[in-house]
């Protein structure tokens, strides 16, 4: 199973230099997880800086992979590890969701660089 965070969907649709880094695990959407918090941030970041319509067609692709609701024992999971690993909301939210499926975390926010389970590949320009 795959995990992308929400910066390689960002990535993906707007054809992004680490683009190629995420193609394979979106595109199999048999062995995709989506974090429901990915979808938020996706569709926020897309309405803010395109338009509704290209956000919705972002969405509509995000969920031919399995969308992971955040429910009370994964929410809980994610507040132990946002607080032992100082991250952030979303960041704790998908990284839950990665280990609760043993999901390979796809990335470029350097925040999960050195933690287990996940595959960082640096931003590039």
């Known amino acids: 199973m795959k995990l992308v965070d929400s910066s390689g969907w ?3 649709f707007t054809d992004s230099p680490n683009a190629s880094f995420f193609s394979n695990a979106i595109e199999d959407v048999k062995h995709l997880i989506v974090p429901s918090i990915s979808i938020y941030e996706v569709f926020k970041k897309l309405l803010v ?6 956000a919705l067609q972002a969405i509509t692709q995000m969920q031919l992979g399995k969308v ?7 929410a809980i ?3 132990k590890l946002g607080y032992d690993l100082k991250l952030a909301l979303a960041d ?3 990284l839950a ?3 609760l499926y043993k999901a390979t975390l796809l990335t470029q926010d350097e925040h999960f ?5 996940v595959k960082y590949f640096s931003k590039r320009k």
Request: overall charge negative; cysteine-free.
């Open 10 to 12: 960002l990535e993906y």
């Open 49 to 54: 800086e395109t338009n509704e319509g290209i």
């Open 68 to 74: 992971i609701p955040l429910d009370e024992p994964l």
């Open 77 to 79: 999971n994610a507040a």
């Open 92 to 94: 704790s939210i998908i």
């Open 97 to 99: 969701t990665a280990n």
């Open 113 to 117: 660089k050195d933690i287990k389970g």
